[in-house]
């Protein structure tokens, strides 16, 4: 008691007795008396927490993709055999056609007894103007059943992790549309076993092509129009897309040559997740060239796929974090933020208060002594 007022204490410096542990807090705090809210405080802290959330999301979708790399290398192992998976309409009968291969060794493959052929109509894979009708979106874009990505850079339209994925279901053909009327094509389609050197894959007319018995073709029946749905090398991924996937070409005339020059690389798709072994996928790619032109009658019209297998091997890698370094990631991205935000915020404060001190103190001419703007 002191001049009749009440001595009160107007700082808690000291810990409660019988509070051990808050006697070692290092965290000082301010009284909430000594806060004051502010609107342009609570301007900052909505620009920080959108900053946050943007770098955060930002963060977390790079990690999604991951890294990829495309590594080449010359092949080391030596592979004596090769798949190749077709899946091709010709507009023409089944019986009238031959498909056969020849490759460098000297051997000669009559493709045509290991593969389905199936009769179909020509105006259930195309339109009137020779445009696909299947497999694509209302853009126009190949279905892959893994999303779109324009951006997207390397090697197909999906991520490494989604051809990975999608490689690893299983490999089934579509089924063939069910004939309305009088089948004027013949789908040719499944899988063979070649030797894994350069070789001619070749689709003629009957009785044409090579010297054998039999009887020829008439030429007015020649038209190797044609629907490429599916060319592939190595193990069957019907959800890879290859550069001929879906592509149609018209013949001009009878007498029609089509030529696909194509050169495969030996592909190896693998994803590294940092916390799980590494999932991989073996494949092939090709690089192709075409060349179509009508030719004389004393040529062999039809459509041939030359070959060549080149001897590197390309790697391609995505590598992705693990979840607990995305997590420290995350954390640095936020603490960054909040202490970049803090002090922004403070010196903005600081430097305001001074432009205000010094507009106030241009104006202010002091209050003992002015005597300016007054006549004696």
């Not at 900052?44 to 993709?65: A, N």
């Not at 091709?88 to 009238?96: H, K, Y």
């Not at 991520?159 to 490999?171: E, L, N, Q, S």
């Not at 089924?175 to 013949?186: E, H, I, L």
Request: with cysteine; charged share 25%.
């Amino acid at each position: 008691m002191m001049n009749g007022y009440d001595e009160k204490p107007h700082y808690d410096d000291e810990p409660d007795s019988g509070s051990f542990v808050r006697a070692f807090d290092a965290f000082p705090k301010s009284k909430p008396q000594y806060v004051t809210r502010t609107s342009g405080g609570g301007k900052w802290t909505i620009v920080i927490s959108v900053i946050s959330c943007i770098l955060v999301w930002s963060e977390l979708v790079r990690w999604w993709q991951g890294e990829e790399s495309h590594t080449f290398a010359v092949e080391k192992g030596v592979g004596h055999s090769m798949q190749i998976n077709l899946d091709i309409v010709m507009r023409m009968q089944c019986r009238d056609l031959h498909i056969n291969v020849q490759d460098a060794a000297g051997d000669r493959i009559l493709a045509a007894t290991r593969l389905k052929e199936d009769p179909t109509m020509w105006s259930q894979w195309v339109d009137a103007k020779g445009i696909h009708k299947l497999g694509t979106d209302e853009h126009g874009r190949a279905i892959t059943n893994a999303g779109w990505h324009p951006h997207e850079e390397g090697f197909g339209e999906e991520h490494v992790h989604d051809i990975v994925a999608m490689g690893r279901k299983k490999a089934r053909w579509a089924k063939t549309p069910r004939v309305r009327g009088n089948a004027d094509s013949c789908r040719i389609y499944g899988s063979l076993d070649l030797n894994k050197v350069q070789g001619d894959f070749h689709i003629t007319a009957r009785g044409h092509g090579y010297v054998e018995f039999g009887e020829h073709l008439d030429h007015s029946a020649f038209n190797f129009s044609h629907v490429i749905n599916e060319l592939s090398f190595g193990p069957f991924y019907p959800s890879l897309v290859n550069p001929l996937d879906r592509t149609v070409n018209l013949a001009s005339a009878n007498f029609h040559k089509f030529q696909y020059f194509l050169s495969i690389v030996p592909t190896i798709y693998s994803v590294d997740s940092g916390s799980s072994p590494a999932r991989t996928i073996f494949t092939n790619q090709y690089a192709v060239t075409e060349q179509s032109h009508e030719i004389s009658d004393h040529m062999v019209p039809g459509v041939f796929f030359k070959y060549d297998i080149e001897p590197i091997l390309l790697t391609i890698e995505e590598r992705r974090d693990s979840v607990l370094a995305f997590l420290i990631k995350a954390i640095n991205v936020l603490s960054g933020v909040l202490v970049a935000g803090h002090w922004t915020f403070t010196l903005s404060g600081w430097a305001k208060e001074v432009m205000g001190r010094r507009r106030r103190g241009g104006r202010s001419e002091g209050v003992i002594g002015a005597k300016s703007g007054y006549e004696d």
